[in-house]
């Protein structure tokens, strides 16, 4: 019995010696079989010591385009930094040129809240009324990298790819800017009554060292008081008004790195007192006709505010006045 065990044993041990062998010259199916179970049996590092090192650190912000994103405007400069609306403006590339010679655009800009849209009625080949190119809210600090020069003219030429008219195929560019400016109480007070917190993305685009949006508006809707107990908070205007209308202010100042442009309220616009003398190409039938345009009147705010709370915009406010004295339908062209 104990013979007969042992044979049995030499037996066995032969035969796994000999599909071992097989197993080491094989070639075909059978191989990579093999290699396939060795790779899996291998260590993790030895098995990607040939592979590129993965990393978690996301793209930079320039590279993840999404509409409206504010990454593409940003220049050498932080986009809010008071330097960067003066800078040297380059010269136009070809590409630029043909889309300014071809399609020039008028800019129509607001905080929100102004009546801007009524004013849009007033002019043609301008941007978007309903902001779907991003474009109607943004702050000089911006477009200032976007500048480029041909001669003495200064044209915004729009850099990203999804604000492209898919019509014409140019992008956009701006050779005019209209600036309309309210009262900075009201515009809070309307744009946060209609859109909740959805506004304050569009003018907080390259302004830093403010509250995040989700802490301010919390799990309740936000409320135009809730957002100035915020700015009173912190000491700083949370809504991003102030900081919007002092880079369009510095940009006036600058008159010749910068597009004609025109500081008016809504109301100047449908007095007459300046649209005839500003871009005139861009004027709809209804502006150049002879007969009076409908008085426009413009709001005020209605809700009950706190001193604490009013005097979060007291800069922005002073600066809507120094606006008046500036510019105030008296453009830089």
């Known amino acids: 019995m104990l013979k007969r065990l042992l044979a049995c044993a030499a037996v066995v041990s032969a035969a796994r010696s000999y599909d071992d062998a097989a197993a080491a010259t094989a070639s075909g ?7 396939r179970s060795a790779r899996r049996k291998a260590p993790s590092a030895a098995r990607h010591r040939d592979a590129p090192p993965k990393t978690s650190q996301k793209p930079p912000a320039a590279a993840r385009h999404k509409r409206g994103s504010a990454a593409l405007f940003e220049g050498p400069c932080v986009p809010h930094c008071p330097g960067n609306l003066t800078d040297a403006v380059p010269p136009c590339t070809a590409a630029e040129l043909r889309s300014c010679n071809r399609h020039p655009k008028l800019l129509i800009t607001s905080m929100g809240g102004v009546g801007s849209t009524p004013a849009f009625e007033l002019f043609q080949e301008t941007n978007h009324v309903n902001d779907r190119d991003s474009h109607k809210h943004l702050g000089a600090a911006m477009w200032a ?19 492209m008219d898919r019509h014409l195929h140019h992008r956009w560019c701006y050779d005019q800017v209209v600036v309309l ?12 009554r209609r859109f909740g917190h959805l506004h304050l993305p569009r003018l907080r685009r390259g302004v830093g060292n403010l509250t995040s949006i989700r802490r301010i508006a919390g799990t309740k809707r936000l409320t135009p008081q809730a957002l100035l107990d915020v700015s009173a908070a912190t000491g700083r205007d949370e809504s991003a008004i102030t900081q919007y209308l002092s880079s369009w202010l510095a940009a006036v100042k600058a008159r010749d790195a910068w597009p004609p442009l025109l500081l008016a ?7 007459k007192r300046c649209v005839e003398g500003f871009a005139e190409k861009h004027l709809t039938a209804r502006a150049r006709g002879k007969r009076e345009l409908p008085p426009y009147r413009a709001k005020t705010a209605t809700g009950r505010y706190t001193d604490r709370q009013v005097a979060t915009l007291a800069r922005a406010t002073a600066i809507v006045e120094e606006m ?7 453009g830089n062209a």
């Open 145 to 163: 990298p976007t500048r480029c020069t041909r001669g003495r003219r200064v044209f915004l030429v729009d850099p990203a790819p999804m604000a």
């Open 324 to 330: 008046q004295r500036v510019g105030g339908c008296r």
């Open 29 to 35: 199916p059978t191989a990579a079989a093999a290699r």
């Open 181 to 192: 400016y309210g009262d900075p109480l009201h515009a809070v007070e309307s744009t946060v």
């Open 265 to 271: 309220s809504t109301e100047d616009l449908y007095a």
